[in-house]
T-cell receptor
Framework: NAGVMQNPRHLVRRRGQEARLRCSPMKGHSHVYWYRQLPEEGLKFMVYLQKENIIDESGMPKERFSAEFPKEGPSILRIQQVVRGDSAAYFC???????????????FGEGSWLTVV | TQLLEQSPQFLSIQEGENLTVYCNSSSVFSSLQWYRQEPGEGPVLLVTVVTGGEVKKLKRLTFQFGDARKDSSLHITAAQPGDTGLYLCAGVMDAGNMLTFGGGTRLMVKP
């Protein structure tokens, strides 16, 4: 679990500002997933990326949200013009090259808590 | 409507009692995982089940995957205060490559 590094752990933004959340997957993992968790709820899938490719973004809002996983560096989840409803915990997870369908374990980071004031 | 329905949503019991948490779906999953999450932290994997009818035991925790791979249960024997937390089931569908989570069961074990 500790192998997936997320930062910042806590982020406060005013309405209208941008939030950038970073995720470094476990060493050797090339699949990254982003999930959002609202208070008292389960995790909701947002986006699934491999290096330089978005594989599935069906869970990500069409506007203001974007994600990338460049060839070098961490994966970034970007939220533009944040609103109060964006306040949540954002979790990143990673898995090895063949992903979870092959039975690989998915490892979660400790999350980034975004508060919009 | 969630793809994976967990029940109960909340459970408060006394130390020493037994409990069962259920995770149900109308969809078939290639694998199903159970996680435990504590406040302010990420989910931590407890177990993965992949075969219909499979039963796995982890100390006082027993996990079962339904024969049709549509449902699962988590049974805790002689619960302890340290078992308190949010229990999440999550499944990978045959055609997918991501985890879909249930809504979670929040367990509180009182001393």
């Amino acid at each position: 679990n500790a192998g997936v590094m997320q930062n910042p752990r806590h982020l406060v933004r005013r309405r209208g500002q941008e939030a950038r959340l970073r995720c470094s997957p476990m060493k050797g993992h090339s699949h990254v997933y982003w999930y959002r968790q609202l208070p008292e709820e389960g995790l909701k899938f947002m986006v699934y990326l491999q290096k330089e490719n978005i594989i599935d973004e069906s869970g990500m809002p069409k506007e203001r949200f974007s994600a990338e996983f460049p060839k070098e560096g961490p994966s970034i989840l970007r939220i533009q013009q944040v609103v109060r409803g964006d306040s949540a915990a954002y979790f990143c997870a990673s898995s090895p090259s063949t992903g979870v369908l092959s039975g690989n374990t998915i490892y979660f980071g400790e999350g980034s808590w975004l508060t919009v004031v | 409507t969630q793809l994976l329905e967990q029940s109960p949503q909340f459970l408060s019991i006394q130390e020493g009692e037994n409990l069962t948490v259920y995770c149900n779906s109308s969809s078939v999953f290639s694998s199903l995982q159970w996680y435990r999450q504590e406040p302010g932290e990420g989910p931590v994997l407890l177990v993965t089940v992949v075969t219909g009818g499979e039963v796995k035991k982890l100390k006082r925790l027993t996990f079962q995957f339904g024969d049709a791979r549509k449902d699962s249960s988590l049974h805790i024997t002689a619960a302890q205060p340290g078992d308190t937390g949010l229990y999440l089931c999550a499944g990978v569908m045959d055609a997918g490559n991501m985890l879909t989570f249930g809504g979670g069961t929040r367990l509180m074990v009182k001393p």
